[in-house]
């Protein structure tokens, strides 16, 4: 099942709200539009995956990217995860250690206030 | 595709297409879902470790230029389920596969993928893989809630 991304301004971040499943056959639509996103100037980035039903490596590698692309722009990730079954996912593969999961979009506040830890930090 | 082999067993023979990744989550977690011993977060663990498998598997023939279709089978009891992976693509060492760098290290960020062999190993109980130049076999077993404690 493909997955569904909408992209909206949420100033200063861009949202990408994520629906469906990201898996080998979901995770290039994520890439694809994070990478339209960056290149759009927006760097301050909030994936809303509330509407994820699934996600496996090939999500998580979607994710890993999209941090990797902020970073290199000096941007910012916030990820909004409030479904325990896909929490555990990042949080097996360690990734809560690097971002903060919030679980409203609500909840993510200002750039800069701890949405991701820096690397080597 | 063939159906159910028998009492206790799904047999599912997909095409090497991504697409079907989803067909046999859907397929095996069902079948779990009618064992009374697997409660839903047992379900949710069989659900990542098969999908891993199963698009491992499917990649290999894709990306070997085989035809075959992959073979996925479940044997269900009332503490486990047993889940049985065939491939007929090259195979790989999984003894070598790259260790991924701490989450904290600036490395890490290159490593987009390489997580679902690990990711399998993690939330299956048992895992086997035995491969060689004939295909890849991997063997997962996901015990009941109860089992576990």
């Known amino acids: 099942m493909q997955a569904a991304i909408e992209s909206r301004r949420r100033p200063p971040w861009t949202v990408l709200a994520v629906g469906g499943e990201l898996d080998v056959v979901g995770a290039p639509a994520l890439r694809q539009a994070v990478v339209a996103a960056v290149s759009a100037g927006g760097t301050r980035l909030i994936l809303d995956l509330t509407g994820v039903d699934f996600i496996d490596s090939f999500g998580i590698g979607a994710v890993v990217g999209a941090l990797k692309r902020v970073r290199q722009r000096d941007g910012e990730l916030a990820l909004v995860c409030p479904a325990p079954r896909v929490r555990r996912v990042f949080e097996l593969c360690d990734l809560d250690r690097i971002l903060t999961l919030h679980n409203s979009i609500d909840s993510v506040g200002a750039p800069g206030v701890g949405h991701s830890a820096e690397p080597g930090s | ?149």
């Open chain 2, 1 to 149: 595709m063939s159906g159910r082999a028998g009492s206790d067993r799904v047999v599912i023979e997909i095409p090497a297409r991504t697409e079907f990744v989803s067909f046999v989550r859907v397929v095996l977690t069902g079948a779990a879902e009618i064992e009374p011993g697997m409660d839903s977060e047992r379900i949710e663990d069989l659900r990542v470790a098969v999908s891993e498998a199963t698009t491992n598997a499917v990649e290999a023939h894709l990306n070997a230029g085989c035809e075959q279709r992959v073979r996925v089978e479940g044997s269900l009891a009332d503490d486990e389920v047993v889940v049985a992976v065939r491939d007929e693509g090259p195979g790989f060492d999984p003894e070598d596969l790259p260790e991924l760098p701490p989450p904290e290290s600036p490395e890490r960020l290159l490593y987009e993928s390489g997580l679902g062999i690990p990711l399998m190993r993690v939330l299956a109980d048992e895992s086997e893989i035995r491969s060689g130049a004939g295909g890849t076999d991997v063997r997962l077993v996901v015990y009941s809630s109860g089992r576990r404690k």
